[in-house]
């Protein structure tokens, strides 16, 4: 079966520092892949890699057996490939249900032309994107505060509600870049028990960063150990945690 990220032998290096070496990593359909690595491994630079905020030096990334290595984030997002930030980036003067309504793509409301001549087209689209975000913010559990300014939530609440602008459009694969950063163990439960129902209700493919091992061991299978730009070792997290050479790599010599 053909991966639906398909990452091979990708390089970057910034000045004479090389981040990523010879690197290839797969993600399955219908997966939710972690990666893991100590601080400065290449995760981070990787994750851009994939989502197109970068350019390799060389290799190729893949999405479902297509080279999209020349095409741009836009573009990548239009094929279905999401991310989400360690830092959330919502519309903070938007309420949290108009930040979802921004999301879906190509909307008759965004021409002036059409505005204009076709009101009746534009209100009708609007009034099923309203009912579609409505739909997805109490999926979230985020119905309480969808009239709430975005930038008034917590930041467990602006998680959720990145989670929810990925289900605003045709998602094939997400990719959460330390979710789990600054929220309460409340909301954290939350944002893991809605990547769980993404998976399995909505066939979700999910590429996670994170350091919280907790919430890797619940969520992920396989997981990929990233170090000095390279897969070190990939596999299920029990395996992974009594790895002497990922012991080594995160806690040192002595450690392991």
């Given at each position: 079966?053909?991966?639906?990220?398909?990452?091979?032998?990708?390089?970057?290096?910034?000045?004479?520092?090389?981040?990523?070496?010879?690197?290839?990593?797969?993600?399955?359909?219908?997966?939710?892949?972690?990666?893991?690595?100590?601080?400065?491994?290449?995760?981070?630079?990787?994750?851009?890699?994939?989502?197109?905020?970068?350019?390799?030096?060389?290799?190729?990334?893949?999405?479902?057996?297509?080279?999209?290595?020349?095409?741009?984030?836009?573009?990548?997002?239009?094929?279905?490939?999401l991310r989400t930030f360690q830092i959330a980036h919502e519309f903070s003067q938007m309420s949290a249900l108009e930040n979802l309504?921004?999301?879906?793509?190509?909307?008759?409301?965004?021409?002036?032309?059409?505005?204009?001549?076709?009101?009746?087209?534009?209100?009708?689209?609007?009034?099923?994107?309203?009912?579609?975000?409505?739909?997805?913010?109490?999926?979230?559990?985020?119905?309480?505060?969808?009239?709430?300014?975005?930038?008034?939530?917590?930041?467990?609440?602006?998680?959720?509600?990145?989670?929810?602008?990925?289900?605003?459009?045709?998602?094939?694969?997400?990719?959460?870049?330390?979710?789990?950063?600054?929220?309460?163990?409340?909301?954290?439960?939350?944002?893991?028990?809605?990547?769980?129902?993404?998976?399995?209700?909505?066939?979700?493919?999910?590429?996670?960063?994170?350091?919280?091992?907790?919430?890797?061991?619940?969520?992920?299978?396989?997981?990929?150990?990233?170090?000095?730009?390279?897969?070190?070792?990939?596999?299920?997290?029990?395996?992974?945690?009594?790895?002497?050479?990922?012991?080594?790599a995160y806690f040192g010599t002595d450690a392991a």
């Amino acid at each position: 079966m053909t991966p639906l990220i398909d990452v091979q032998r990708v390089n970057k290096a910034f000045g004479g520092l090389q981040v990523i070496n010879d690197c290839s990593i797969q993600v399955e359909t219908g997966s939710i892949t972690g990666m893991i690595g100590p601080n400065g491994a290449g995760k981070s630079t990787l994750f851009n890699l994939i989502a197109g905020a970068l350019a390799p030096d060389s290799g190729r990334v893949l999405l479902n057996g297509e080279d999209i290595t020349a095409l741009s984030a836009d573009q990548r997002f239009h094929k279905g490939l999401l991310r989400t930030f360690q830092i959330a980036h919502e519309f903070s003067q938007m309420s949290a249900l108009e930040n979802l309504m921004m999301v879906p793509p190509h909307q008759s409301g965004e021409s002036l032309f059409s505005a204009w001549l076709k009101p009746g087209i534009v209100r009708q689209e609007e009034a099923e994107v309203r009912r579609r975000a409505l739909e997805v913010i109490d999926f979230v559990g985020l119905y309480h505060v969808r009239n709430e300014l975005a930038g008034n939530l917590s930041g467990g609440q602006k998680k959720l509600l990145e989670l929810g602008r990925t289900m605003m459009t045709d998602a094939k694969v997400v990719l959460l870049d330390e979710i789990a950063a600054g929220v309460n163990r409340t909301l954290l439960g939350d944002l893991i028990s809605n990547i769980e129902r993404l998976n399995r209700e909505m066939g979700y493919t999910f590429l996670v960063i994170e350091h919280d091992m907790e919430m890797i061991a619940r969520l992920c299978d396989p997981v990929i150990v990233l170090a000095q730009g390279s897969v070190m070792v990939e596999g299920h997290i029990n395996d992974i945690q009594n790895n002497p050479e990922v012991i080594e790599a995160y806690f040192g010599t002595d450690a392991a």
